[in-house]
């Protein structure tokens, strides 16, 4: 059964993930957003989406861009959760795993880490 959570604790939970991450890649992270969204209109299921250029994709021709977005999906983590620590265990995952795909670590290589 899904779990309930208020929007706003689970908003707290995106950022004491956010606070796991090891100061020195927080500070290499560049343009980027973190966003809580309920769900991704095209695939329901999608726990996080990260959508950008990647840092080891950026140039000397990057820069004027809206920042890269990483969105993590609320109703769909609570679904595949059975309890708050559940959820504060996969949203850890799903924000590291996201941000990865900002540092340009692909599916393949976080599944090698154990972050899938």
């Known amino acids: 059964m899904p ?3 208020t929007r706003t ?6 950022t004491d993930a956010l606070d796991l991450i090891p100061e020195e890649l927080a500070r290499a992270m560049n343009n980027v957003v973190v966003l809580v969204e ?24 990057y820069g004027g861009v809206l920042p890269d977005r990483i969105t ?5 983590l609570l679904d595949v959760c059975d309890s708050e620590e559940d959820v504060i265990d996969e949203v850890a ?7 990865a795909h900002h540092f340009g670590i692909d ?4 599944h090698e880490l154990g972050w899938a």
Do not use: C, Q, W
Not at 9 to 14: A, K
Not at 42 to 57: F, H, N, Q, V
Not at 72 to 76: D, F, G, K, Q, S
């Open 38 to 61: 309920d769900r991704n209109p095209e695939e329901a299921a999608l726990l996080g989406l990260y959508e950008g250029i990647a840092l080891p994709e950026r140039d000397s021709t």
């Open 3 to 5: 779990v309930e959570m």
């Open 107 to 110: 599916d393949r290589k976080l």
């Open 72 to 76: 993590i999906y609320r109703e769909a």
């Open 93 to 99: 995952v799903t924000v590291v795993h996201e941000i």
């Open 9 to 14: 604790r689970f908003e707290e939970l995106v």
